[in-house]
């Protein structure tokens, strides 16, 4: 695994030489960056679901082993932030986010070089199933800690505009009614496709964040903790429990031992969380994942 993941690090490592050595202007990574969040990766993600079968046992098997364990870890969160009362609101709503969101861009670009081609669609799959999962309870703690409380009407309004839940949405519906776009389209959203993974990895790079000022060590390790170690477990426990097949274990396994997403960043910057404590997170769960994902092969 460790081929598949050292030109993951080194795409990651270029975002961080460009950003440091201000190579480029400063409004290019931004830039950058709601490109990857709007097109490329949207249209590497409907390429890529729309191509998955959805029918079948498989299906609800790996269902079963990413979301329960989510959710459990989930769980496990809230009661410690429930006994950690010093620990302002917007902190809280990172932990959250830390201890469950997957980074997508290296998921995929992990599981395309290292499995082969099935547990690299199931990997796909899981991200399919548990990303408007993931995305509803970031939004929802998000509103909650924020300090403005958000109404229903505006979570489904944020959900709803979301770029990463409309394009698994759109994949999952033209997979279960069998669409096929005109060869044209489809090649164009192949193209962006292909862009997304670097672009997206590039990015990630740039918002590593190396500094300890006004780090919040706790949060940061109860998340990292939960996120890289907690549930990569449980979800190898819950696959061993209802006796999932060795794919959907695989795959679930790995997707459970993911780092955080950079798009929590992003989500933590505009909806009032911890911005600060968020790129932290990414950057030490990213750097760290490189140790445990390894580790996910023998929790299968």
Same mark, same amino acid.
């Given at each position: 695994?460790?081929?598949?993941?050292?030109?993951?690090?080194?795409?990651?490592?270029?975002?961080?030489?460009?950003?440091?050595?201000?190579?480029?202007?400063?409004?290019?990574?931004?830039?950058?960056?709601?490109?990857?969040?709007?097109?490329?990766?949207?249209?590497?993600?409907?390429?890529?679901?729309?191509?998955?079968?959805?029918?079948?046992?498989?299906? #609800?098997?790996?269902?079963?082993?990413?979301?329960?364990?989510?959710?459990?870890?989930?769980?496990?969160?809230?009661?410690?932030?429930?006994?950690?009362?010093?620990?302002?609101?917007?902190?809280?709503?990172?932990?959250?986010?830390?201890?469950?969101?997957?980074?997508?861009?290296?998921?995929?670009?992990?599981?395309?070089?290292?499995?082969?081609?099935?547990?690299?669609?199931?990997?796909?799959?899981?991200?399919?199933?548990?990303?408007?999962?993931?995305?509803?309870?970031?939004?929802?703690?998000?509103?909650?800690?924020? #300090?403005?409380?958000?109404?229903?009407?505006?979570?489904?309004?944020?959900?709803?505009?979301?770029?990463?839940?409309?394009?698994?949405?759109?994949?999952?519906?033209?997979?279960?009614?069998?669409?096929?776009?005109?060869?044209?389209?489809?090649?164009?959203?192949?193209?962006?496709?292909?862009?997304?993974?670097?672009?997206?990895?590039?990015?990630?790079?740039?918002?590593?964040?190396?500094?300890?000022?006004?780090?919040?060590?706790?949060?940061?390790?109860?998340?990292?903790?939960?996120?890289?170690?907690?549930?990569?477990?449980?979800?190898?426990?819950?696959?061993?429990?209802?006796?999932?097949?060795?794919?959907?274990?695989?795959?679930?396994?790995?997707?459970?031992?993911?780092?955080?997403?950079?798009?929590?960043?992003?989500?933590?910057?505009?909806?009032?969380?911890?911005?600060?404590?968020?790129?932290?997170?990414?950057?030490?769960?990213?750097?760290?994942?490189?140790?445990?994902?390894?580790?996910?092969?023998?929790?299968?």
């Amino acid at each position: 695994m460790l081929a598949s993941i050292v030109p993951v690090i080194l795409l990651i490592l270029l975002g961080v030489a460009i950003r440091r050595a201000h190579w480029m202007p400063d409004d290019f990574f931004p830039s950058l960056e709601k490109f990857s969040y709007y097109i490329a990766f949207p249209a590497l993600l409907f390429t890529g679901i729309a191509k998955l079968d959805f029918h079948g046992r498989l299906v #609800g098997e790996l269902a079963l082993a990413t979301l329960l364990p989510t959710l459990i870890v989930v769980g496990l969160a809230l009661l410690a932030l429930l006994f950690w009362r010093e620990l302002p609101d917007a902190s809280r709503s990172s932990v959250v986010q830390g201890a469950m969101r997957p980074n997508s861009y290296f998921g995929i670009a992990v599981s395309a070089l290292f499995f082969p081609q099935q547990t690299a669609a199931l990997v796909m799959l899981a991200l399919a199933l548990c990303l408007p999962v993931v995305n509803l309870l970031s939004v929802l703690a998000l509103s909650w800690w924020s #300090g403005r409380k958000a109404d229903l009407a505006t979570v489904a309004k944020t959900l709803a505009a979301n770029p990463i839940i409309l394009s698994t949405l759109a994949g999952i519906a033209a997979s279960l009614l069998g669409l096929s776009l005109p060869a044209p389209v489809l090649n164009t959203l192949d193209i962006l496709a292909k862009s997304a993974l670097a672009l997206g990895l590039v990015c990630v790079g740039s918002g590593l964040v190396f500094s300890l000022d006004g780090l919040r060590p706790a949060a940061l390790a109860l998340a990292s903790f939960l996120k890289l170690l907690v549930l990569p477990v449980v979800a190898s426990r819950v696959c061993v429990a209802f006796g999932v097949s060795e794919p959907v274990a695989l795959a679930a396994c790995f997707y459970c031992a993911l780092p955080t997403a950079p798009n929590a960043y992003i989500m933590a910057r505009q909806l009032g969380g911890d911005a600060r404590l968020m790129a932290t997170m990414i950057t030490l769960q990213t750097l760290l994942a490189a140790a445990t994902i390894p580790l996910s092969r023998l929790l299968s």
